[in-house]
């Protein structure tokens, strides 16, 4: 999907089609839990094109948040990073200072809880225009113009008000919306989005994913889409990439994902899903519980414990991850089950 | 097919708060071993009706009948409240706020037990061992605390200690939307086992529409504290009447969805 | 559902002994505990351990410095200064334990009820307590002085009355988010009278806060009534009680013989201190485990 280019983009350093926006290179992060330093990455690589929608899918432990929180740079105190985060070639790691808050003009991020990132005691036009008027020095009344037609964008009319009013005076999906319009402000290049939609009625969801898609393709934003919902991902994003454990199981075309996945876990995830369209008598449930990077056992595939297609070579070492039809997968049978492990076919 | 009098029946429900309607005219039936689905959003009342239900909020108007008798007003006694427990049930959404941290899994089990029941420490011992097996819990998780054990564990443990008051009715307050995908699966086919094996009938509350179309027989659709749509769940998925219901139907992502801005504005979405 | 380390079951499955609890306040912790240890054998025993008599006067062997056997020397009324400090601890500990059990369950029974009941009994208890926060506990004291006369029980149920509106505050924000728990839901519909809620999940759920709350309170009412006993309306003289020794030698100080003086302030100190580390760690260690 070749993305136009907009006019007044400024020239960078790598040319449009083929250098990623963001690439994420060998990405290993330890955190200290109860005392110990535990891995809750592990050798994470992926990259994300201008324009490209990216989705992250994963369950708990899976990691996906931990991701979006490092290419931020929001990781906790006590983090080890090990590998590289690119963005428009450049280190993320060593950004500091003016080029630290530049970037974070360049990327924003949107979060589950709209709530708990916002100030309580300040109105939104406050909250909205802070890094217009800070980072880029731009004077008030002329970022708070850009506000208003900022929140017209998203659906709200009478922004002028909505700048004077406080944040709990807003229901959660207009807040979220609102942040959604703050983080477009100041014209960024990649999104981050946390399971901006998790907390919302499956309505408002789809009111934020269609706005969401508008805004991408006005401002040619492209984005990394973090949810448990794979249905959703598959839906809206232009690839997907499966975690689980800390690591990267599979990336695939949305379009294939269902239909063709190339990994055992996203084929039971997509299996473990109730079916809008019809009643089964039991769900296809997955026995276990999906586990963390430090949880899963060393040595062997973090999947193997729980996966139906589970043979002897899995337990020999940690699975390389396998290009196949233009996706990935960490699964040393990924050629040999290939076309086995759809949906459409019987488990 | 209504021979058997029903194990719920709600009529002409009504709740205000000061001025606000939550619930307005709310009414259903729900048969012995049955299953309705009350599906809606935030603002739509189906939460205000289930706390009726059990008793946690007073109703401002209309009846609510459980296994022939009636609930309308608040239980007057002790033995009153105890004998309401022992007809309708809860599970509740969030697992980790469900059970007392400082109670092991058998010793929360056991209190209800002897609420309930007379039994002596043998009988209740038994039982105890019978509900966390009926659940899937082992030896060890049934002698932990809470903080020894997972979401899913949890809500287990929260299932069994509804079923240990042997109840006619189960109300799931959307006890699976708060765990994930691999594990909800795990509890929705415990769930159909239990009803199975024992007969209770589910009242499910969830906004999520694959839920329901898996564990739930009738379904009633609420939008602002009123039922625009019921009948069958298959049909009110597949042939949705009402608007609201279209667009619900409409907002579910599958592979091939263009999301649209919504049609019908949302109760919360306002300000 | 993102990927944080609460998500990780831990090991323990059984409630923490008090043993382990203590070791997991530190080093400070357990010094803190040793000394009120120390000080409630002494406040048992002291009269018992007590090389002489408490209340044996010798006026001519006022002030004098530490020798034979009088290992701390004498006080201004010639009184064996080791044997008063001994002695002296039971009503010093006495008399705040009477403070911090009578306030704490006022203040338990007033926060509960209002976080049960919420609404109108919740208002209603709420603006009485605001009522009593108006009388700070010395001026209390000073009138139950002049009404009952002077003495440590009016004291310290003077003093329990001024505490209690901190207390039932503190706690009453404890109650309402534990009983906003949906755990308590589930035992109100499963039947459970308020009572059994309230005694069995409500108040064991906030025993972390109340021990807290205690151990503060006890240095609180320690000083409080240390004061009380100096300005010569709680503990009598020639009782020994710290307080009261305080008041009685402190001519000694500007006559060059401090010892007397200071000995019974330092020993109020440390306990003080003692119990307020204590309270602190242990308070940090329940919140952690709770997580």
Redesign the interface.
């Known amino acids: 999907m070749s993305a136009s280019i907009p006019a007044g983009a400024t020239a960078t350093a790598q040319s449009r089609t083929d250098a990623p926006l963001l690439e994420v290179d060998g990405l290993t992060v330890h ?1 200290p ?2 005392g110990a330093q ?1 891995d ?1 990455l592990r050798d994470v690589s992926f990259g994300i094109r201008a324009g490209e929608a990216l989705g992250l899918v994963g ?8 991701t979006a929180r490092a290419i931020d740079r929001l990781l906790p105190d006590g983090a080890e990073v090990e590998g590289a985060i690119r963005f428009e070639g450049r280190d993320v790691g060593t950004l500091a200072g003016a080029d630290l808050r530049a970037f974070r003009g360049r990327v924003a991020m949107i979060f589950q809880d709209p709530r708990a990132h916002v100030n309580p005691v300040r109105r939104i036009g406050d909250f909205m225009t802070e890094a217009l008027r800070t980072n880029l020095g731009v004077p008030t009344s002329t970022a708070e113009r850009r506000a208003v037609h900022m929140l017209a964008q998203v ?1 709200i009319d009478d922004g002028e008000r909505r700048l004077r ?1 406080y944040p709990h ?6 807040l979220q919306r609102v942040m959604i319009a703050a983080a477009l402000l100041t014209e960024p290049r990649l999104l981050l989005a ?2 901006p939609t ?1 907390a919302l ?7 934020v ?3 969401l ?1 508008d805004l991408r393709r006005e401002f040619d934003l492209a984005m990394l889409f973090i949810t ?5 991902a ?3 994003c232009d690839r997907t990439v499966v975690m689980y454990a ?1 690591q990267i199981v599979e990336v695939r075309s949305s ?1 294939l994902l ?1 239909g063709d996945p190339l990994h055992p876990y996203t084929a ?2 997509a299996a ?16 276990g ?2 586990l ?4 899963a056992p060393p040595g062997e595939c973090a999947f193997a414990p729980r996966c139906p297609h589970v043979v002897d070579e899995c337990r020999a070492g940690v699975p390389d991850i396998v290009e196949l039809d233009g996706g990935r997968s960490r699964c040393v049978r990924a050629r040999e089950l290939r076309g086995r492990l759809g949906v459409s076919s019987d488990g | 097919m209504a021979e058997a009098a029903p194990v719920l029946e709600v009529s002409g429900l009504r709740k205000e708060f000061g001025e606000l309607v939550a619930v307005d005219d709310v009414s259903f039936r729900v048969p012995a071993a049955g299953s309705l689905a009350i599906v809606g959003e935030s603002g739509s009342g189906k939460t205000t009706v289930a706390k009726m239900i059990v008793g946690l909020e007073r109703p401002t108007a209309g009846t609510i009948v459980a296994c022939g008798n009636d609930r309308s007003k608040p239980a007057r006694s002790t033995s009153d409240r105890r004998r309401r427990g022992g007809e309708v049930q809860i599970v509740f959404q969030d697992p980790y706020s469900s059970l007392d941290p400082r109670q092991t899994v058998e010793a929360t089990l056991d209190e209800i037990l002897r609420m309930h029941h007379g039994w002596p420490k043998d009988r209740r011992r038994q039982r105890v061992l019978e509900l966390t097996e009926l659940v899937g819990l082992d030896a060890r998780q049934t002698r932990a605390l809470p903080r020894g054990l997972s979401g899913g564990q949890r809500q287990r443990v929260a299932i069994a200690r509804a079923l240990a008051a042997e109840p006619r009715v189960l109300i799931l307050d959307e006890s699976v939307a708060a765990l994930d995908v691999s594990i909800q699966a795990q509890v929705l086919n415990l769930l159909a086992d239990i009803r199975d094996e024992t007969s209770v009938s589910f009242v499910l509350i969830s906004h999520d529409l694959a839920v329901v179309r898996q564990l739930a027989e009738e379904t009633i659709v609420m939008w602002r504290g009123r039922v625009v749509e019921r009948g069958a769940t298959s049909r009110v998925l597949d042939e949705p009447q009402d608007d609201y219901t279209k667009q619900l139907r409409a907002s579910v992502p599958r592979p091939g969805w263009k999301p649209q801005r919504r049609l019908v504005a949302a109760a919360d979405e306002e300000g | 559902m993102s990927a944080t380390a609460a998500t990780l079951p831990t090991e323990t499955t059984h409630r923490r002994s008090a043993w382990s609890l203590l070791k997991s306040t530190g080093p400070a912790g357990i010094a803190a505990a040793a000394v009120i240890a120390i000080a409630t054998l002494v406040a048992i025993f002291g009269s018992l351990v007590a090389p002489f008599d408490p209340t044996t006067s010798d006026l001519s062997l006022s002030w004098v410095a530490p020798t034979g056997g009088h290992l701390l020397g004498f006080d201004g009324q010639g009184r064996d200064l080791l044997s008063r400090l001994l002695a002296g601890a039971r009503t010093s500990l006495l008399g705040p334990l009477a403070v911090v059990i009578l306030c704490m369950l006022a203040g338990t029974i007033l926060a509960v009820t209002a976080a049960w009941r919420r609404g109108a009994v919740d208002a209603a208890i709420s603006s009485g307590l605001d009522i009593m926060f108006a009388f700070p506990g010395i001026l209390l004291a000073v009138l139950a002085a002049a009404v009952f006369g002077a003495g440590l029980l009016a004291a310290a149920i003077a003093l329990a009355i001024a505490y209690t509106p901190y207390v039932a505050r503190v706690l009453r924000g404890a109650a309402l988010k534990e009983r906003s728990q949906q755990y308590v839901s589930a035992l109100e519909v499963q039947g459970a009278s308020a009572t059994s809620i309230c005694m069995r999940h409500l108040i064991p759920n906030m025993l972390p806060l109340i021990v807290a709350q205690s151990t503060i309170l006890f240095g609180y009412a320690m000083v409080d009534l240390a004061a009380i006993s100096f300005l010569g309306l709680g503990v009598q003289p020639p009782n020994p009680d710290w307080g009261v020794m305080i008041s009685e030698n402190q001519p000694g100080i500007f006559q060059g013989y401090p010892l007397s003086a200071l000995l019974p302030g330092l020993c109020i100190v440390l306990v003080v201190v003692a119990f307020n580390v204590l309270g602190e760690r242990l308070f940090e260690q329940a919140q952690k485990a709770r997580q």
């Open positions: 955190l839990v109860e535990r809750v369950e708990s432990g899976s990691g996906k948040s931990m659906g009013q005076e807003l229901s959660g999906g207009l946390d399971e998790t009625d499956v309505t408002t969801q789809a009111e994913m269609a706005i898609h448990h919902d794979l249905e959703l598959a839906a809206v800390g379009a269902h039971a995830l473990a899903r109730p079916d809008i369209g019809q009643t089964s008598r039991r769900l296809r449930a997955i026995p519980r999906p963390s990077a430090f949880e």
